[in-house]
Nanobody, 117 residues
Framework: QVQPVESGGGLVQPGGSLRLSCDVS????????MGWYRQAPGKERELVAA?????????WYKSAVQGRFTITIDDTKTRVYLQMNSVKTEDTAVYYC?????????WGQGTPVTVSS
């Protein structure tokens, strides 16, 4: 594969949880710092979380998700996860993973997350 493959999105109620997964095996993203991005309807894509390229490394979060979302990368560096807890309606968006900073030719299809009661 050339692009990452995101999965795990869906419909969730406010206050619920989701775990997003990104498979970067076979791509040139392996070994790079990685990020989860999202694009809400009518808005630009934004970075929500980033991690260094190794498990247990440094992380960064957009203030709006700090304390609710957790980004992790597995030891093989082929899977990047985003644990989303206490979700809010404003978290509704299509979520993408890419290296950080993003590589223009490495956007996947994304996985949609809808937070609604």
């Amino acid at each position: 594969q050339v692009q990452p493959v995101e999965s795990g999105g869906g419909l969730v109620q406010p206050g619920g949880s989701l775990r997003l997964s990104c498979d970067v095996s076979g791509t040139r993203l392996i070994g790079h710092d990685m990020g989860w991005y999202r694009q809400a309807p009518g808005k630009e894509r934004e970075l929500v979380a980033a991690t260094s390229s190794f498990s247990g490394g440094s992380t960064w979060y957009k203030s709006a998700v700090q304390g609710r979302f957790t980004i992790t990368i597995d030891d093989t560096k082929t899977r990047v996860y985003l644990q989303m807890n206490s979700v809010k309606t404003e978290d509704t968006a299509v979520y993408y993973c890419n290296r950080y900073p993003a590589e223009i030719n490495s956007w996947g299809q994304g996985t949609p997350v809808t937070v609604s009661s």
